[in-house]
């Protein structure tokens, strides 16, 4: 079992560049989310999949982000005409149910110029 | 609205040195708290799971404890290892995990 991991780990972009950041969730997980952690804080919820479903949605979720899972096995995440208030750890875990922990990825640091 | 509060934030201990991390939450019908570990610059690591009031796991120097508004996370005799944030989440219903802004720990030798 290899865990979840995300690519890449850092990102730098100039304002207003589009990027895309990358998650495989442990084999056989079914749930996948996507949160984001800036310095200090814990973790908000962006939003998360149940195989390809998009099932929730969090308010911070703007119009300019967009996740996809579309086989139900990896995700991605795009942030268009990124902004520095993008800078972040955006970050990524999966879960089976009935089980409900949820097991984090390393995370990719994104800093927006 | 679901919330999580961890206190204190900051914490500084000699090695040796036992103490407790808090987590007060309000949630409707708990489906679940989460203690996790996280080194700077990575992500989160799972520590342990709590379902109902009462209910206490431990790992090597970590002792994890539920009531039905707190949770404890007691450190026994801490080393420089144990050095991190710890941050603590509730699940209630389908809902995502809340977090808690994380207590940074400091272990010094």
């Known amino acids: 079992d290899t865990g979840v991991s995300q690519d890449p780990r850092h990102k730098i972009t100039k304002r207003g560049q589009n990027v895309t950041f990358r998650c495989d969730p442990i084999s056989e997980h079914n749930r996948l989310y996507w949160y984001r952690q800036t310095l200090g804080q814990g973790p908000e919820f962006l939003t998360y999949f149940q195989n390809e479903a998009q099932l929730e949605k969090s308010r911070l979720l703007s119009d300019r982000f967009s996740a996809e899972r579309p086989k139900g096995s990896f995700s991605t995440l795009e942030i268009q005409r990124t902004e520095q208030g993008d800078s972040a750890m955006y970050l990524c875990?999966?879960?089976?149910?009935?089980?409900?922990?949820?097991?984090f990825g390393p995370g990719t640091r994104l800093l927006v110029l | 609205e679901d919330q999580v509060t961890q206190s204190p934030e900051a914490l500084r201990l000699q090695e040796g040195e036992s103490s407790s991390l808090n987590c007060s939450y309000t949630v409707s019908g708990l489906r679940g708290l989460f203690w996790y570990r996280q080194d700077p610059g990575k992500g989160p690591e799972f520590l342990f799971t709590?379902?109902?009031a009462g209910e206490e796991k431990e790992k090597e120097r970590l002792k994890a404890t539920l009531t039905k508004k707190e949770s404890f996370l007691h450190i026994t005799a801490p080393k420089p290892e144990d050095s991190a944030t710890y941050l603590c989440a509730a699940r209630s219903g389908n809902t995502p995990l809340v977090f808690g802004k994380g207590t940074r720990l400091s272990v010094i030798a």
């Open positions: 709590l379902y109902s």
């Open positions: 875990a999966s879960s089976l149910p009935p089980m409900e922990t949820q097991y």
